[in-house]
């Protein structure tokens, strides 16, 4: 059981450049979840999704696409970087997001270190 | 809207002394309370949840209690160690619409233990 695994581990993108970042869960969770997460801001929410062929926007969704084609991949787009986007970047997963899920946690991937010069 | 509010670091202590991390929410009704940590290199990880008024999550040494009356969750520990050293989050479910609810996060305690 690999949990929630994460590709690539680093990266580093010129300006305008784009790319993928892939999120994988093997525990049949329906909710995905991408965050960004910066010094002193905590983690912020990028988009998420409530099954597959479903996405949603979180706080900060400007600037990022995403897709769910199957329920245990969750892509992460770029299609222009920039210099702003630089960050961590933390995909999870969790059981239904529903009422119920108030008793649920999410489960967090490694990591993406993303830079863009 | 429901938010969590955590005091912020970094937090610097000697290994064998007394740790709280102070946490108070704003919230509608009564969600579950979660801390996560966050080691070095590392994604977030659940620590501990409280999921009733009253309740008292504990794990690795750590305890939280929920309490509504002072709506807190504060994270102590009576003897830290220095693997303890590490990033913690306090979070709450905060309403996102369709009847779905996504975790809120404070923005991190960077806690350091030394020896």
């Known amino acids: 059981n690999a949990g929630v695994t994460q590709t690539p581990k680093f990266r580093v993108l010129k300006t305008g450049q784009s790319m993928t970042l892939l999120c994988a869960q093997d525990?049949?969770?329906?909710?995905m979840y991408w965050y960004r997460q910066d010094p002193g801001m905590g983690l912020r929410l990028i988009h998420y999704?409530?099954?597959?062929?479903?996405?949603a926007k979180g706080e900060v969704p400007d600037g990022y696409n995403v897709s769910r084609l199957k329920k245990q991949n969750f892509l992460l787009g770029l299609e222009s970087a920039a210099p702003s986007q630089t960050s961590v970047y933390f995909c999870?997963?969790?059981?239904?997001?529903?009422?119920?899920?108030?008793?649920?946690?999410?489960?967090f991937g490694p990591g993406t270190r993303l830079t863009v010069t | 809207g429901d938010s969590v509010t955590q005091m912020e670091g970094p937090v610097t202590l000697s290994e064998e002394a007394f740790l709280t991390i102070n946490c108070t929410y704003t919230a509608t009704g009564y969600p579950s309370l979660f801390w996560y940590v966050q080691y070095p290199g590392e994604g977030l990880q659940l620590l501990l949840k409280a999921t009733k008024a009253d309740d008292k999550g504990s794990n690795k040494g750590f305890e939280a209690t929920y309490r509504k009356e002072t709506t807190s969750f504060h994270l102590e520990k009576g003897s830290v160690q220095v693997s303890d050293s590490a990033v913690y989050f306090c979070a709450l479910p905060a309403y996102s619409g369709a009847g779905s609810y996504q975790l809120t996060f404070g923005k991190g305690t960077k806690l350091s233990v030394i020896p």
């Open positions: 999870a997963s969790s059981w239904n997001g529903g009422q119920a899920s108030r008793g649920y946690e999410q489960y």
């Open positions: 525990m049949n969770h329906e909710y």
């Open positions: 999704s409530v099954g597959e062929g479903t996405t």
